[in-house]
């Protein structure tokens, strides 16, 4: 029996703020323009991405208690783009992030299940779990939800999504309820609604589900309900230890150990010839880590301001602030060790006579696959061949213009080696990723018959 050849799939992550993208080349667009998202998707369809993907930006990024001024772009509203991109797309996936804490279960699954049924069963739902103080502060409710709390009150919000999502009839087509469906009640320490739904499912009968969380806890919570898992871990070996790690938790959980997808972020710079590799990522790491988002960078882990710090010089010789980051430092420092990192990155930078900006490159970057399409794809092969992820999630470090290389080089390449595939395998985003029905759709032999086949080939 011969061994299967997998697929590597490729999403594209629309990121908008933070450093991950050079924002001041002069070929660069917009963070808000819809140009830029609309050639991006389309670039990205043209390549036979499986999916693009949207993060969620409620409230402007601060910096110590002020606003970010090397960053002052908001984002527009995921489900609002995407739908505006489903009208000039027709086959990619439109994943949108959409907060659990901040929104209202019913009106979110109705507004996603929209999506889905107006894309024609395309529409995903990345769900994140914000709990900080300053989103808190735009919403009616104030303040936040205590971090321990955020997953079981994540898991209500789905929950009752999915009521919403299962409420209309199987009969019901072509936009018509046959019967009026009947409402259904949900009580809980959170929430305590009565719903009803109005609308047909659309032809993937679901929203798909993602969610990203590396902590043990997340990983529990991507077991139980998600269905794709973006992660850190996009090298081969701590891939493989990750993949190892969720097909386990999915198992305990219940659901086949292949149930949950894995796509890892990572960032692709390709270039015509490898001498010229070298250059190229050096330019584009000095353009993403500027002199004032090295000192902003710094000035996250000690907790102050630092006016007077010289990029190109040493780190303070004194320490943070407090031990241990809290709240305020950001997604990036939450529960940090602030002196014991600072210790660690000094004599790092001693060892390898770094600058400030020099140690800002090295720890906050990817290292990423560079080089020409054939160094990469033999990159990606042992991917392919043991099947540790599903596929990988692609922050451009150019928008819109960031996937051109990727399409136009690494995916024929991919395809010549049989690792790619030549067309959608399906119509809707569930089937392209080789999904099985809904967890709240599937009976037990559906489990056990159903074999996902997109992301395979004999």
Avoid: C
């Avoid at 043990?216 to 898992?229: K, P, Q, Y």
């Avoid at 692709?268 to 001498?275: E, G, R, T, W």
């Avoid at 990817?366 to 990606?380: N, P, V, Y």
């Amino acid at each position: 029996m011969s061994t299967p050849v997998r697929r590597i799939q490729f999403g594209v992550f629309f990121q908008g703020v933070n450093s991950s993208t050079v924002w001041d080349a002069p070929e660069s667009g917009s963070q808000t323009d819809f140009e830029s998202f609309r050639r991006l998707a389309q670039t990205a369809e043209r390549g036979l991405f499986t999916a693009f993907f949207l993060g969620e930006g409620l409230r402007l990024r601060e910096h110590l208690g002020r606003l970010h001024d090397l960053d002052i772009a908001g984002r527009p509203d995921a489900i609002t783009q995407l739908a505006a991109l489903a009208s000039v797309t027709e086959r990619i996936g439109l994943v949108a992030t959409q907060n659990t804490t901040y929104n209202d279960p019913i009106d979110l699954a109705h507004r996603l299940q929209s999506l889905d049924v107006l894309s024609g069963g395309r529409a995903a739902w990345n769900v994140v779990t914000t709990d900080n103080a300053w989103t808190g502060e735009n919403f009616r409710r104030g303040g936040y939800l205590d971090h321990a709390d955020r997953y079981t009150h994540a898991a209500d919000v789905i929950a009752i999504a999915r009521r919403v999502w299962d409420a209309v009839p199987d009969n019901a087509a072509d936009g018509l309820l046959a019967v009026l469906p009947d409402p259904f009640r949900y009580d809980t320490a959170y929430y305590s609604v009565e719903g009803r739904g109005v609308l047909p499912r659309s032809t993937q009968g679901h929203p798909v589900l993602f969610q990203a969380g590396d902590s043990a806890e997340g990983r529990d919570f991507a077991a139980r309900n998600a269905e794709v898992i973006f992660s850190a871990h996009a090298q081969l070996e701590p891939a493989t230890e990750f993949a190892a790690d969720i097909r386990a938790r999915t198992l305990a959980a219940g659901r086949p150990a292949d149930d949950l997808k894995i796509f890892p972020g990572q960032e692709f710079i390709v270039v015509d010839d490898a001498s010229e590799t070298e250059e190229k990522v050096r330019w584009v790491r000095e353009h993403q880590i500027t002199p004032q988002t090295a000192v902003a960078f710094v000035e996250q882990l000690w907790g102050a301001e630092l006016p007077d710090l010289d990029p190109d010089g040493p780190l303070p010789s004194f320490d943070p602030v407090q031990s241990i980051t809290g709240e305020t430092r950001g997604a990036g420092f939450r529960a940090t060790k602030a002196v014991e990192t600072a210790r660690a990155w000094r004599e790092l930078s001693q060892e390898r006579g770094w600058s400030i900006r020099d140690l800002v490159i090295n720890v906050s970057t990817r290292r990423g696959f560079a080089g020409t399409a054939s160094q990469i794809a033999d990159e990606l092969e042992p991917f392919a061949r043991t099947g540790v992820v599903d596929g990988f999630n692609i922050t451009p470090w150019l928008i819109p213009g960031g996937l051109d290389d990727i399409v136009n080089k690494l995916v024929p390449e991919l395809q010549e080696r049989g690792i790619y595939w030549t067309d959608y395998p399906g119509d809707t985003l569930r089937e392209n990723l080789g999904l099985r029905e809904p967890l709240t759709r599937r009976s037990a032999a559906d489990v056990v018959a159903t074999v996902p086949e997109a992301a395979t080939v004999p």
